[in-house]
Structures are given as C-alpha cells and as structure tokens.
C-alpha cells in the first residue's frame, strides 16, 4: 500500500512538472509574438518616416569607392532619384514659404525694445541715451570694439546736426548696421561653379549644430535639383555619421563614410572622387569638431582642404558653424578657424533662441567674415539665407 502511494506521489510530480513546463512554453510564444508585432510597428514607422528598414537587403548598398586606399570607406546611396523637386523630412512635406527672420528674434528685439523705450521717453540725446545704447549693444553681444565704432560714428553725426532726438539716433544705427553688413557680402547666396564637382566644408567647434546644418543644406540643395553627395569626414564621432546618414536616405543624397577614427581625408577624397565619376554637382563634407584651440587639429583642417582641392573636386566654400548662444565665443571661434584655412561664409544656429544676436555684427565688423545662412528653427526648413536689411530690422523695431 505504501509502495503504491509513492508510486502515486511521484506521477503527479510529474504531471505537476509537466503542466508547469507547458505553461512556461505558452508563455515565451506569446512574448515572442508580441516582440515580432513591435518590431512590424517600427518597421512600418520608420517606412511612413521616409527611412529604409535597416534589416532589409537592398535598401542601403555599401561597397569601396575610389583607390585612395582608405580602408573601410564606403558609399551608401539612397534608393529614388536625385534632384526630386519636391522633398520630404520624416514623410512630412517642406513649407514652401521660409520663416520670416523677424518671427523668430522676438528675445533680440524685446531686449533693445527694452532700451529704446528708456531713450525715447527723454525726448533729448543726453549722457543716459548714449549709456543705454552701448549698455544694449553690448548685451546683444555687438562686441566692445564694434559697439565703439558704431557710437563713435553716430557721435560724429550728432556733433554735424544730422541727428538731433533719440528717434533720429536709433534709425541712424538701423542704417549703419545694415551698411556695416553689406559691406561684407553678408546674405551672398553659396559659391557654386558649374563644370566642376564643387566641395563645401563645414567647420566647427562640437555642440554647434555643424551635423544637422548639413543635413539640412542638403535637403535643400537636393531641393534645388542638385546631386549632393554627403562625406561624414568626422570619423571620431559615430554618432554624427548615423545622423548623417539618416539625413542622405530622407533626402535622397549619396552617402559616403569612413571607419571609426580612420583619416578623414580619406573620407573626402572618396566623397569627391565618386562624385565627380558620377556626376555629380556638390559634395557636402562634416569635419572634426574638436577643441578649435588645438594646433593639430587645425593642421588636420588644412590636409583635408588639399585634399578636397585634388580634381575633379573644387573647394568653393568653408563654412563655420556657429552657435549664436555662445556669443563672443563665437567670435574666437571664427578668429581661429578664419586664421587657419580661409573660411568663405558663416551659419549662425540657434538664432531664434537668443538676445544675444549682436555677434552677427561683431563677426562681420572685427573679420570681414559674411554671414550667409542663419538657423530660426529646428525644421529643415528653417535654415534660410541671412537677410541683412531684415535681421537689423527685425532687432531694432
């Protein structure tokens, strides 16, 4: 009796381990099931995104480019044509109309505002109207230097009978500013020649916005009917390569990149060499963003010019990238950066977040650097061509 209880003891034992292992198997298959829908909900969102799904064959091509020798360097190219007339971001279409530079410096011009109101409600230019005007000056980060020049020339106007009340003063300093920047070609549309591959490097410091400037120039530029090409010369960052790419597959653009801290000269002589193979107008090239105050890293700057300078390829801008909340670091930035390989052209990010506006000024005064495009957003579309006439109203009024 007692053999036969254990013999009994020991099958539901088992009946019992078996339902458990049922149920632990039941279970893993639902969990399954769930990850696969997940993964099915991504895919789809990354294709109603605009954006390939990585995991499928054909939708990004790698293969070597060019015989520089550059182990690892590869082309990515989008599927689609190039050159489509009109251009999504993330399945969503572009404005056709940009942002109006005065919508978006509402900090700058409240900060002046705030000043203005203080001069204009003495009636009379005295010793308080000219300290308020420098102190707003300096404030909007204008420069101790440029700020001086500029009231040293409304003095003189002042002395000469031109200017007699402080409404007189501040649209003197609206038409001063203005020639001021219109003396340094600010607002010239990019350097383009046709007939060759045109090379436009972008510089700058890390955290200034360089990665996504490009990406959208690029959406632009594609836009416009060009064949752009994307070079991600910045090979210590893996980040902003992925970023990178991301913005040629939205675009439609080729995509050339490099392995992890490889030579980013190598990068862009691939870049420029497929490009001027398949003719194509424009290669967009990232570089390294490190400290500007490395002696090394401006040598490195230099090479990569040369190189971008061998045919087919033609270096038609530099452009640094600077972030507008930095103020007169800024400023060194481009002091160091102009110094040590010409740059042609600024974009100023991140201009619609700041009172500090006034570096626009300083760049151009102090370097004889033109401010070309200016940042008034974070959609693609709200990198526009710097508008002189329009920015000094929009900060004065």
Request: proline fraction near 4%; charge should be neutral.
């Amino acid at each position: 009796m007692v053999l036969g209880d254990g013999r009994t003891m020991v099958s539901l034992i088992i009946a019992l381990v078996a339902v458990v292992a049922v149920l632990m198997l039941a279970t893993v298959i639902v969990v399954s099931r769930g990850h696969a829908r997940a993964s099915r909900r991504q895919v789809d969102g990354r294709r109603d995104a605009g954006l390939s799904d990585p995991g499928s064959r054909g939708a990004v091509r790698e293969a070597g480019v060019g015989s520089a020798g550059s182990s690892g360097v590869g082309l990515a190219e989008a599927p689609g044509p190039q050159g489509a007339t009109e251009v999504t971001a993330g399945g969503v279409e572009l404005p056709s109309e940009p942002p109006s530079i005065r919508d978006r410096l509402g900090a700058a011009r409240r900060m002046f505002a705030s000043y203005a109101g203080l001069m204009l409600a003495r009636g009379s230019i005295s010793v308080d109207t000219w300290q308020e005007l420098e102190e707003a000056l300096v404030r909007a980060d204008v420069g101790l230097k440029t700020t001086r020049e500029l009231l040293a020339g409304l003095r003189e106007q002042v002395a000469g009978g031109s200017i007699s009340t402080p409404a007189d003063l501040i649209a003197a300093l609206e038409v001063q500013m203005s020639s001021t920047l219109h003396r340094h070609a600010s607002g010239a549309p990019l350097s383009f020649e046709p007939g060759c591959t045109n090379v436009w490097l972008f510089v700058g410091v890390n955290g200034v916005g360089k990665t996504t400037t490009i990406g959208k120039v690029a959406t632009r530029e594609v836009a416009n009917g060009r064949q752009v090409v994307i070079a991600a010369g910045d090979t210590f960052r893996a980040a902003a390569t992925d970023q990178l790419e991301l913005w040629a597959k939205r675009c439609n653009a080729g995509f050339v990149r490099g392995v992890q801290g490889g030579d980013p000269s190598a990068v862009i002589f691939d870049a420029v060499q497929h490009a001027g193979a398949q003719g194509n107008h424009l290669v967009l090239a990232d570089t390294a963003g490190r400290l500007h105050t490395k002696s090394n890293l401006m040598e490195e700057l230099k090479k990569i010019r040369r190189v971008a300078e061998r045919p087919p390829g033609k270096v038609t801008e530099v452009l640094l990238v600077v972030d507008a909340t930095t103020g007169q670091n800024g400023l060194a930035q481009a002091r160091e950066f102009a110094e040590a390989i010409g740059v042609t052209g600024v974009v100023l990010t991140k201009l619609d977040g700041t009172a500090k506006g006034g570096i626009v000024v300083a760049i151009q005064e102090e370097l004889g650097i033109p401010v070309k495009l200016v940042g008034l957003g974070e959609g693609p579309a709200d990198l526009v061509q710097f508008d002189p006439e329009g920015f000094v109203g929009a900060i004065l009024h």
